[in-house]
């Protein structure tokens, strides 16, 4: 865990070091005008609140978490071919950003955060093919190597994309998600660059 720092208090800085077991303890700000409690993660709230430590990077104020874990943003920057009729890891290779280098962009393209909380998680899959429409195209969000949710679509044109969203718990340790893309019409081309992304950040902790 970190060390929560009292800022502005009238006896200067103050260190409190969080508990053995996180959420058992609290820490209740005096009542000192401009009063400012900075944790280990980046927060910073001021008043006179009282305050559980839930780990490094979550304090809760009354039943409001303020959190600071990892997020990132990732898309496909290189053309990738997939298999007609059946659903294809989607590579993507570069990054916007990556604020704990969670996110493997060189060898299994996965989100695997070191926190444990719930993360809302976004993705979409794009394809290019030379059919007049019709076809099925899907996104899938892959937790763990399995198909954890879906989305399908049954476009009019030859180009065309899936979104899907939702909110997932991560242990912050072995939980990863993966984007996987599908198309039903022989072989897909893929559309890279912005088409085909995924983003994801941290919104309570665990």
């Given amino acids: 865990?970190?060390?929560?720092?009292?800022?502005?208090?009238s006896s200067g800085q103050i260190t409190v070091s969080p508990?053995?077991?996180a959420g058992t303890n609290t820490v209740t700000l005096p009542a000192t005008t401009g009063t400012l409690l900075t944790t280990a993660g980046g927060q910073t709230i001021g008043g006179t609140e009282t305050f559980s430590i839930i780990n490094a990077t979550t304090i809760q104020v009354g039943g409001?978490?303020?959190v600071n874990?990892?997020?990132?943003?990732?898309?496909q920057s290189t053309l990738q071919?997939?298999?007609g009729g059946t659903w294809s890891k989607i590579a993507l290779q570069s990054k916007t950003f990556d604020t704990n280098s969670n996110f493997d962009n060189t060898t299994n393209y996965r989100f695997t955060p070191t926190?444990?909380?719930y993360y809302q998680i976004n993705a979409q899959f794009s394809t290019s093919n030379s059919a007049s429409g019709g076809y099925a195209v899907g996104a899938a969000i892959y937790k763990n190597g399995?198909?954890?949710k879906l989305a399908i679509t049954r476009p009019t044109s030859n180009t065309s994309g899936a979104f899907i969203s939702d909110l997932i718990y991560f242990n912050g340790s072995t939980d990863y998600v993966e984007l996987y893309g599908y198309a039903?019409?022989?072989?897909a081309g893929v559309i890279g660059t912005a088409y085909n992304f995924m983003s994801g950040s941290m919104v309570r902790g665990a």
């Fill in 184 to 187: 039903d019409q022989g072989s």
């Fill in 81 to 83: 071919s997939i298999s």
């Fill in 19 to 21: 508990p053995a077991v």
């Fill in 146 to 148: 399995s198909a954890y």
């Fill in 69 to 75: 874990g990892p997020a990132f943003s990732a898309y």
């Fill in 1 to 9: 865990m970190g060390n929560l720092v009292l800022n502005g208090s």
């Fill in 64 to 66: 409001n978490q303020a």
């Fill in 115 to 117: 926190v444990a909380g």
